[in-house]
């Protein structure tokens, strides 16, 4: 089983992560994060590989239709966690990873959009907020 | 769940329905209260409910210890009444359009619907649902009493309605406040509000309303001064299987480091950025404590998913011997307690926040230090403990000068003797020692 977590906040993906992912490990899942931080040196030495969030550019335009749309009321769109669901999905290396991917775990907040995104588009992968949420379903 | 439940009806024993959403598997705030409720009452002989969210919820969103379940009576008969969550749902393909792409418009609108009911987001819509479960039982086998633990809220419903409709007496044991914000003392929502209006409600048709702390009872009696005969203290105490087996820090050898714990939920309200800057400081300026380690157990946050602001602080503060060693089952707290030489109490503010865990704490025998926001009512609860050790504030200095005091008391050569006198002052905190009373005199209200 092929999981891939997705961090997308800007804090590092950290310590408190350790334990879940080797519950998952100890399953038999091969666990993959996708994180905008860098995780920390002890969360990386339990994962099968860690990516980085690949790089975009156009910050000026995101920011722009972000700001139209937040026009609406009520309405506050995060230009960074759109940009960064399309780059998850579009950008080669981490579409592939999705594509093989069993789960797909939000590890935060932010990554929500990307992995609600990459899951309408890969309706064999369970698509997860939050990574006790993936070791609840998936125990070691 | 467990066993099976044996009614007799030629046996005299009376019917508690127990209302508490966290109920084991859960491992929220209050679990420990609501699971030795339950079998005190079972204990003393009363056929006993329990009304309960799914255990679902706990294991998906809440997290869970399953290892407490096995600690309810079998007596006991526990009811899970369907309970959804959108706010706390984990699968993302249950998400709509709406929800990813503008939360908070979602959040805001999830709010409004929740309120509906009851005035209470997250849980208002539980009400139908566990009054219409209360009925249900109470047409299987006659409610002779209901019990209701809040938070949340919504748990006073099912007794109102029985009451209400079928005359049953009703206890609101007040865990926490709902019109008081615990840790500012300020009010939370407004007379007249509707959360006001219920809380009025509830404690006007109550038998008794319960405490965990004098404080609280103190300032609802003035809010409620008709009502004030009919509230009680019921201390969270601590479960009567502890104390435990603790190591002797006074035997170990000058040179071997003294292990300094904390066992409990870190939550956004606990002084835990002043205690990781306490204990920098006291390595770099307290002989006493520079080869000593700290560990923090428990769950980072409300939740299963750790907070990050939290997790962030214990990652920094790897460096300096502190470790962050995850949630601690129930069966495996004792043997946590027994690998501390002296036990570190977090608490956020307020007059009014006792916690649970300062009775447990006390329990073993152990020096405490204690790292409070200045007036917390646990102090009160402390002040008699002989080995209790204040930071006098939340300076680094002060909590590295409590801390090396801490050190001095565990390293002493009275250190047995002085464990022995701190457990026997514990004993009065006893969750039994604190329910009897109260379930002595509702067994005389409801079979007089």
Request: with cysteine; charged share 20%.
């Given at each position: 089983m092929n999981v891939v977590l997705v961090a997308l906040g800007p804090s590092a993906p950290g310590d408190g992560m350790v334990a879940g992912v080797q519950a998952l490990r100890r399953g038999g899942a091969r666990v993959v994060l996708v994180s905008r931080q860098p995780p920390s040196p002890r969360l990386l030495e339990v994962l099968d590989s860690a990516l980085p969030l690949p790089a975009g550019g156009g910050a000026a335009a995101r920011s722009a239709a972000a700001a139209a749309l937040n026009r609406l009321p009520k309405v506050r769109i995060d230009p960074d966690r759109l940009a960064a669901a399309w780059r998850l999905s579009h950008d080669l290396s981490t579409r592939a990873l999705l594509d093989g991917a069993q789960v797909l775990v939000a590890?935060?907040?932010?990554a929500i959009p990307a992995v609600w995104f990459a899951a309408r588009r890969r309706p064999q992968a369970a698509a997860l907020s939050g990574l006790p949420a993936a070791v609840a379903r998936y125990p070691g | 769940m467990r066993g099976p439940f044996v009614t007799d009806p030629a046996a005299p024993a009376a019917h508690l329905l127990y209302v508490a959403w966290?109920?084991?598997p859960s491992r929220t705030g209050g679990v420990h209260r609501a699971l030795a409720t339950a079998n005190a009452f079972a204990g003393a002989g009363w056929a006993v409910t329990v009304l309960t969210a799914p255990r679902e919820v706990f294991l998906d969103?809440?997290?869970?210890?399953?290892?407490?379940?096995?600690?309810?009576?079998?007596r006991v008969q526990v009811r899970r009444v369907p309970f959804s969550w959108p706010a706390q749902?984990?699968?993302?393909?249950?998400?709509g359009p709406t929800r990813v792409l503008a939360p908070r418009l979602w959040a805001r609108t999830r709010a409004r619907l929740d309120t509906l009911?009851?005035?209470?987001?997250?849980?208002?819509?539980?009400r139908r649902r566990i009054e219409a479960a209360a009925l249900a039982e109470h047409a299987r086998r006659p409610v002779d009493l209901v019990v209701a633990t809040t938070?949340?809220?919504?748990?006073i419903s099912p007794g109102m309605r029985l009451a209400r409709e079928h005359g049953v007496p009703y206890v609101v044991d007040y865990r926490d406040a709902w019109t008081l914000h615990t840790y500012s003392g300020?009010?939370?929502?407004?007379?007249?509000?509707a959360q006001a209006r219920w809380e009025a409600r509830a404690f006007a048709g109550a038998a008794e309303v319960w405490f965990v702390n004098d404080p609280l009872l103190r300032w609802h009696a003035r809010t409620y001064p008709e009502l004030a005969s009919r509230m009680h203290v019921v201390m969270n105490g601590y479960d009567h299987d502890l104390p435990l087996p603790v190591?002797?820090?006074?035997?170990?050898?000058?040179?071997e480091a003294l292990t300094f714990g904390y066992l409990g939920t870190l939550t956004p309200v606990v002084p835990l950025r002043e205690l990781v800057d306490g204990w920098r400081f006291g390595q770099a300026h307290r002989p006493e404590l520079a080869a000593a380690v700290a560990e923090l157990h428990g769950y980072?946050?409300?939740?299963?998913?750790?907070e990050p602001g939290l997790a962030a602080i214990v990652d920094e503060a790897a460096?300096?011997?502190?470790?962050?060693a995850g949630p601690v089952s129930k069966t495996a707290v004792a043997a946590t307690y027994a690998g501390f030489d002296v036990l570190v109490l977090l608490l956020g503010g307020g007059e009014y926040v006792t916690s649970g865990k300062v009775f447990e704490y006390m329990s073993t025998g152990l020096p405490v230090v204690s790292v409070l926001?200045?007036?917390?009512?646990a102090a009160e609860v402390l002040?008699?403990?002989?080995r209790w050790h204040p930071?006098?504030?939340?300076?680094p200095a002060a909590i590295a000068a409590a801390m090396a005091a801490a050190a001095d008391d565990a390293r002493g050569p009275q250190s047995p003797a002085r464990a022995a006198q701190a457990q026997e002052f514990a004993r009065r905190f006893r969750r039994d020692v604190q329910l009897a009373p109260r379930i002595a005199a509702l067994r005389a209200l409801v079979r007089p």
């Open positions: 590890v935060d907040r932010a | 966290g109920f084991p969103v809440t997290g869970a210890d399953v290892a407490l379940e096995e600690l309810v009576d079998p749902q984990t699968d993302l393909r249950e998400f009911a009851f005035p209470e987001v997250g849980y208002g819509p539980w938070n949340p809220q919504v748990s300020k009010r939370l929502h407004a007379q007249g509000s190591r002797d820090a006074a035997a170990l050898p000058p040179g980072l946050g409300y939740y299963a998913t750790p460096d300096c011997r502190m470790r962050y926001a200045p007036g917390n009512a002040a008699g403990y002989p930071a006098a504030d939340l300076s």
